[in-house]
């Protein structure tokens, strides 16, 4: 995996043991680490360092799993050729009419796709179907027939041709799986996450208090608190469900997964980030929230024009000269922005996504016959608090999602419009960073939490918001 890590998969559910190593064939050892569960079939994710002297020759070896770090050689013959992430099937979905296989290596460059007819699925060691569909990392084959039986069956890509080759694969061909509900939502939220725990309930009550009835969280391998956080808000009655997607630079894949796997329990889905708030300026006059505010416009949106999907354009808050996570959450301490608004996010009817699953982060393809409304800043915006006090975008630094710069550390891709201006590539605070982005005071949505979320007024200039614990 990126960063010299490496990642061992067992087939063990719920292995939770901590005095294992990997153990290299240089008899250097590193401590395993659980780090996620990998459902259907169950498995564990274990997560270790790779040596530097093991690296030092290609191709990588596989390491060994060991009760003890002990210095000791102990194959009798070659160890097996390490998976590289940078090519392999990672994840399947099943449906009632297809397989959905995730493929990472195939299709390599933005909008360049090659033709399904240059592939086939194969299921097991030799049953092969043919593909119908190749789009960023999401393809579609046609499901098998007569495959029976107990133990579990791998499923991937062969790229097909005089000598064909099959990629690499984790994935197994699994009966059709989805998010289990008592009753379809209107309207979801999906987002990905990765040490978010401190952020997590002020997103989660904020946006439940407009409408937003299930959150779907894609982990990208987050090492904090996360679940004992998602644990509390199911406890309090908040409906919020965490799905192990621990792939780097995976986003849109994760978003195409999603589509498949929330359908039946969830009519729109919402997609923002954890650090993205939607809003509407033509609340301001409204005293208290209400669970209507955004299923009411889905509803009126669903009549007119067979409008399918919502763009809403987002507004990028600066640090506001905070200099730490502020106490009272980010809606209360970030409050400057810049001046225009920059990208947008969407709301959008799962039943209507194309078959192809493609997005690119902020929107869907639909299927012929839908339509998409942009609405202006007036009607609805995103704020979005992206530039945080320095200690938190700092932490961001090293696993921004974006697909388009691989390695946020290097000096390349550096005119994309996913890196920070005047950051460069070094995390290092710039120079006033305090105060940068900051172009127009807008309390918006500020004053408006402030309004409809105060707990507890302990003195007329104290107060607390409800996410505060």
């Not at 459902?39 to 530097?52: H, N």
């Not at 059709?176 to 309207?187: E, F, M």
């Not at 995103?382 to 945080?388: D, E, G, L, R, T």
Request: aromatic share 12%; glycine share 4%; net charge positive.
């Amino acid at each position: 995996m990126p960063d010299w890590e490496i990642y061992v998969i067992i087939d063990y559910p719920h292995f939770h043991q901590s005095d294992f190593y990997c153990v290299f064939d240089t008899g250097e050892g590193t401590p395993a680490v659980p780090a996620a569960e990998l459902p259907f079939p169950a498995r564990s994710v274990l997560k270790c360092d790779f040596p530097k002297r093991a690296r030092r020759s290609l191709p990588f070896k596989q390491p060994r799993l060991r009760g003890s770090s002990v210095n000791a050689y102990y194959r009798n013959s070659p160890s097996p050729e390490l998976l590289r992430w940078t090519f392999l099937v990672y994840d399947s979905l099943t449906t009632d009419n297809d397989v959905v296989v995730f493929v990472k290596g195939l299709n390599k460059r933005r909008d360049i796709n090659r033709k399904p007819t240059e592939f086939n699925c194969i299921f097991g060691d030799a049953v092969r179907t043919a593909v119908t569909s190749s789009i960023q990392e999401v393809f579609r084959c046609k499901p098998p027939d007569n495959i029976a039986g107990k133990e579990p069956i791998k499923v991937s890509i062969e790229i097909a041709g005089p000598t064909p080759e099959v990629v690499p694969t984790i994935a197994y061909y699994t009966p059709p799986r989805i998010i289990s509900s008592q009753k379809k939502a209107k309207l979801c939220a999906c987002t990905m996450v990765y040490n978010v725990a401190k952020f997590l309930r002020e997103w989660i009550l904020y946006h439940s208090r407009i409408g937003v009835e299930k959150f779907i969280l894609y982990d990208n391998g987050s090492d904090d608190n996360l679940a004992t956080i998602v644990n509390e808000l199911v406890e309090e009655g908040y409906d919020v469900k965490t799905h192990f997607w621990l792939w780097p630079k995976t986003q849109e894949g994760g978003f195409s997964h999603s589509v498949i796997f929330a359908k039946d329990s969830c009519s729109w889905m919402m997609y923002i980030d954890i650090d993205e708030f939607v809003y509407s300026p033509s609340w301001s006059n409204l005293t208290q929230p209400s669970k209507s505010l955004l299923p009411s416009m889905l509803q009126n949106l669903e009549e007119e024009d067979n409008v399918a999907q919502i763009s809403i354009s987002c507004y990028e808050f600066g640090p506001s000269n905070q200099k730490e996570h502020p106490t009272k959450g980010v809606i209360q301490g970030y409050n400057c922005r810049r001046r225009t608004e920059n990208r947008h996010k969407s709301i959008v009817l799962l039943s209507a996504v194309d078959n192809s699953l493609l997005n690119v982060i902020h929107h869907f393809k639909l299927k012929t016959g839908y339509n998409v409304k942009k609405l202006n800043v007036f009607e609805m915006v995103v704020n979005h608090y992206k530039f945080q006090a320095w200690p938190e975008f700092k932490a961001k630094f090293r696993r921004r999602v974006s697909t388009y710069v691989v390695d946020w550390t290097k000096p390349s891709n550096l005119g994309s419009n996913d890196r920070t201006p005047g950051l460069g590539y070094s995390p290092v605070e710039p120079i006033g960073w305090k105060s940068k982005f900051c172009e127009v005071y807008d309390n918006g949505l500020k004053d408006l939490t402030h309004t409809w979320s105060i707990v507890e007024s302990v003195a007329p200039s104290e107060y607390q918001m409800p996410w505060l614990k």
